[in-house]
């Protein structure tokens, strides 16, 4: 995905506005259905967002989507208010939120297609904190996410089906959630950073290279830091088998040491807790959706 955002002054947005433009004069309006038009214009911009939307997704992987109904449990109302989310990361990990409390009152307008802001560690934040000495990114990113298992281990019953393979030759962050997250961090400067993010629901009955292929210019996979933090904050989240599970698209996993990253992490419920553990990218369920976040546009 390209990291370069066109806009309607661009060649390319010149020619898009000029399609509409012609679809357009081909109508012939009067004075009066002009007007009526412009009276509709919420419900105009709503219909050529969700035809941009349909039009801009390649068919790579497209039979690779199921029709799925699962959602989330009933005992999930959604993200907790930001400050509350912020409280509770503090308090499990030890960090300052200061900083973080003060961005809350400029934050900007929640991102279209996120259900709300989720309140995150700093990754060298928990580095300075637990393990000093450690200096590789993606070393520190594996003893942040064997940090957080430990700790929903410590409130609740959870399994981890690659137990002793949270390193860095096995685990890694896919690289435009990489990028997407040293953005937030850049721009937030703060222990705990605040994510505008979706818990599955959004990509549910897709495989996560599909759900990859359909996120939108400012979206990106979670990975399995986050969604174990957001877990955490929400144990109310997964509670049972029959209910939407996240996918972490943001991370990706290799199952033999030789191999290639073909895996991404998910969690689950089952026998009484949390499991986790990896499948394939190519893998479909009803039961899962990637779970995605998103830079402010």
Request: glycine letters at 8%; aromatic letters at 10%.
């Amino acid at each position: 995905m390209s990291d370069t955002l066109i806009t309607s002054r661009d060649s390319k947005g010149v020619h898009a506005v000029g399609l509409f433009e012609a679809v357009y004069n081909r109508f012939r309006l009067d004075d009066k259905r002009a007007q009526r038009l412009n009276e509709h214009g919420g419900e105009l911009q709503e219909g050529i967002a969700k035809l941009i939307a349909e039009l801009i997704v390649t068919n790579q992987y497209a039979n690779e989507e199921v029709a799925s109904s699962y959602t989330y449990p009933r005992e999930y109302k959604g993200p907790k208010p930001i400050e509350e989310q912020i409280k509770l990361v503090s308090e499990i990990f030890g960090l300052d939120m200061s900083h973080a409390l003060g961005l809350v009152p400029n934050l900007p307008e929640l991102p279209e297609g996120a259900e709300g802001w989720f309140a995150i560690p700093s990754v060298d934040a928990l580095a300075a904190e637990f393990f000093p000495k450690v200096t590789d990114p993606d070393e520190k990113q594996c003893r942040a996410v064997r940090l957080v298992h430990e700790k929903i281990a410590a409130s609740r019953r959870f399994y981890n089906y690659r137990d002793g393979q949270i390193t860095p030759d096995r685990l890694r962050v896919h690289p435009h959630t990489v990028g997407a997250l040293r953005q937030l961090a850049k721009t937030q400067k703060s222990d705990i950073l605040i994510v505008a993010a979706q818990f599955g629901l959004r990509h549910r009955g897709c495989s996560v290279r599909r759900a990859r292929e359909k996120f939108v210019v400012n979206e990106f996979g979670l990975d399995t830091f986050t969604v174990g933090v957001m877990l955490l904050t929400h144990p109310e989240r997964e509670v049972r088998w029959e209910q939407l599970h996240p996918d972490c698209s943001g991370s990706k996993f290799v199952s033999a040491a030789d191999g290639e990253f073909d895996n991404a992490p998910y969690f689950r419920f089952g026998d009484g807790g949390v499991r986790f553990g990896t499948f394939w990218v190519s893998r479909t369920g009803k039961y899962d959706g990637s779970a995605s976040g998103f830079l402010p546009q």
